[in-house]
């Protein structure tokens, strides 16, 4: 199933839990919002793996350097505060939270970039450790030298533990 039906499924469900006086989703929206979970920017980012380019799409960067973190965190903070009175009147955090998943805007990966910024990077920034490339330094060569010479030597430690090995009463064979 697409990550973006499921989704769509979790936020039918919220809005089914939503007829319950307790505002659910933007408590919940507000716990993303300040502690920010390890998971959230993996789940945008399956969200948008997919999504066509559009005539509109503005090539921007994909995290912005030089902003505070913390400070994009309380401008959320507040806006989703404010979202939060205006959906004890009118519901606007599911309808909003189901336009941003269907219609997937650049504008909401770019605020997740921003706000995950200091803490994670995208999947298409790491670097994979195996095939991390390390400059060619004497030091480097030195120390990649002396890792083989030592691999070597216990090679050739572990070929002759297996070449003698006791017989078992039998005598050992005649040198020519």
């Not at 903070?77 to 909003?96: A, C, E, K, M």
């Not at 504008?107 to 390390?134: E, G, M, T």
């Not at 120390?143 to 070597?152: F, T």
């Amino acid at each position: 199933m697409k990550t973006q039906t499921k989704c769509t499924l979790a936020i039918c469900g919220l809005f089914i839990i939503e007829i319950l006086p307790v505002p659910f989703s933007a408590v919940y929206s507000l716990y993303a919002i300040r502690k920010r979970p390890d998971w959230l920017p993996r789940v945008v980012d399956n969200l948008y793996v997919d999504r066509p380019a559009k005539a509109g799409d503005k090539p921007e960067p994909y995290l912005p350097i030089g902003h505070d973190p913390m400070a994009v965190r309380k401008k959320c903070t507040i806006t989703l505060v404010g979202l939060f009175v205006v959906d004890l009147i009118v519901p606007v955090i599911i309808p909003t939270a189901l336009f941003v998943v269907r219609r997937r805007p650049l504008w909401f990966k770019h605020l997740v970039a921003k706000l995950y910024s200091d803490k994670w990077q995208p999947v298409a920034l790491q670097r994979s450790p195996v095939i991390d490339i390390k400059v060619e330094t004497p030091e480097f060569l030195a120390e990649m030298d002396q890792k083989l010479a030592e691999l070597e030597r216990n090679n050739l430690e572990f070929a002759k533990s297996l070449v003698i090995k006791p017989t078992h009463g039998l005598k050992p064979p005649r040198a020519q």
